[in-house]
C-alpha cells in the first residue's frame, strides 16, 4: 500500500456532489496528478451510512462493495459489511480462527473460526461517540481531548475523571473481551484495526505495563489500514478471476 489519507469531514446536509475534477481533488492527494475525468483512479468504496454511499457513488469511477462481494457466510442479515470485510481479511492475512476489534465510530468486536463460521459479536459506542455522549447530552460536562498517556483512576477534575471513566472502563472490556476469546480459541490472532486503534493501542499498552497483561496483548496486531488491505484483496481476486475466463 503506497499511501491513506483521511478525507475532510464531509457533512452531508451541507455538500453537494462534485462535478468536476478540481472538486474531487480536494478530497483526495491520489487526483493531484489526473489532467481530466477520464484518467481519475478507480475508487473501491464500502459503506454502512446510505448518504455516503451516494455521495462516493457520484465518483465516475467507483466500485462500490455490497454483501455478495466478501467471500465469507454473514451470521445474520443485518451484520455489518464493513464488519464482514474485516473479519474476511484478518481471516485472510493472518489465520483462522480470528477476532477483530474495529474501533472506528462505533466499537465493534467480531470473531470468527472460519469464513463460514462467523460468530458475530458486540457493538458499543467508540471513543469519540463516548466522549461526545456526555457533553452532548449533560448539562454540565465539557468536551474534552483525548490525554497521551492513561490517567490516574481516581481524579479531583471533572475533565481527567471522564478521561478516567471513558478510558479505564474501555481498555479493561477490551482486555475482558481478548481474554475470553482467547480462553476459548487459545491459538487465535487478534487484530485491532479503526481510526482510533493507535490511541487505544497506546493505552492498552499503558494499562498492562502493572500487570500480567503483556502476554495478552502480545497476540493483538495493530493494522489500522485492514479494510483498505481488504479492498485490495477483493481487486486482486477480482483481477486473477477475469484473468481465468
Ligand atoms: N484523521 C482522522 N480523521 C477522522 N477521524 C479520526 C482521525 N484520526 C482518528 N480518528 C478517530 O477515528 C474514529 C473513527 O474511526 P473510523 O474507523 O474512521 O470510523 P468508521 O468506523 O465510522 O469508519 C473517531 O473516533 C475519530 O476520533
Ligand atoms: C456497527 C457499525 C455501525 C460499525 O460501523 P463503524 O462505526 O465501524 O462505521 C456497522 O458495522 C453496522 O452498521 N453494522 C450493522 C449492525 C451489525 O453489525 O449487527
Same mark, same amino acid.
Given at each position: ?111 470468527? /473460526?472460519? +469464513?463460514?463460521?462467523?460468530?458475530? %459479536? ?9 466522549? *461526545? @455522549? $456526555? ?86 496486531? /495493530?493494522? +489500522?489500514?485492514?479494510?483498505?488491505? %481488504? ?9 486473477? *478471476? @477475469? $484473468?481465468?475466463?
Amino acid at each position: 500500500m503506497a499511501q491513506t489519507w483521511d478525507t475532510c469531514h464531509i457533512e452531508m446536509s451541507q455538500t453537494r456532489f462534485p462535478a468536476t475534477l478540481e472538486e474531487w481533488q480536494a478530497y483526495s492527494p491520489a487526483l493531484a496528478h489526473c489532467s481530466s475525468t477520464v484518467n481519475m483512479p478507480e475508487l473501491w468504496v464500502i459503506s454502512v451510512v446510505p448518504s455516503q454511499t451516494c455521495f462516493w457513488q457520484t465518483y465516475p469511477r467507483s466500485i462500490v462493495i455490497t454483501a455478495t462481494d466478501i467471500p465469507i457466510q454473514y451470521p445474520y442479515e443485518t451484520f455489518g459489511l464493513d464488519r464482514a470485510l474485516s473479519i474476511w481479511t484478518a481471516g485472510t492475512l493472518y489465520q483462522w480462527p480470528v477476532f477483530v476489534i474495529d474501533a472506528g465510530t462505533a466499537l465493534t468486536y467480531t470473531g470468527a /473460526l472460519t +469464513p463460514t463460521d462467523c460468530l458475530g %459479536g458486540a457493538i458499543l459506542p467508540g471513543l469519540g461517540l463516548q466522549l *461526545r @455522549s $456526555l457533553s452532548q447530552s449533560t448539562a454540565a460536562l465539557p468536551t474534552i481531548a483525548l490525554p497521551q498517556d492513561l490517567p490516574s483512576r481516581w481524579s479531583l477534575t471533572t475533565d481527567i475523571a471522564i478521561q478516567s471513566g471513558i478510558l479505564h472502563t474501555l481498555v479493561s472490556g477490551i482486555i475482558d473481551f481478548i481474554r475470553a476469546w482467547l480462553e476459548q480459541y487459545p491459538t487465535s490472532q487478534i487484530v485491532l484495526t479503526g481510526g482510533d486503534a493507535e490511541t487505544l493501542y497506546r493505552y492498552l499498552l499503558q494499562a498492562s505495563k502493572p500487570k500480567a497483561v503483556p502476554k495478552l496483548l502480545d497476540r493483538v496486531i /495493530l493494522q +489500522p489500514q485492514l479494510q483498505g488491505i %481488504g479492498l485490495l484483496h477483493l481487486r486482486q481476486q477480482k483481477s486473477d *478471476r @477475469s $484473468l481465468l475466463f
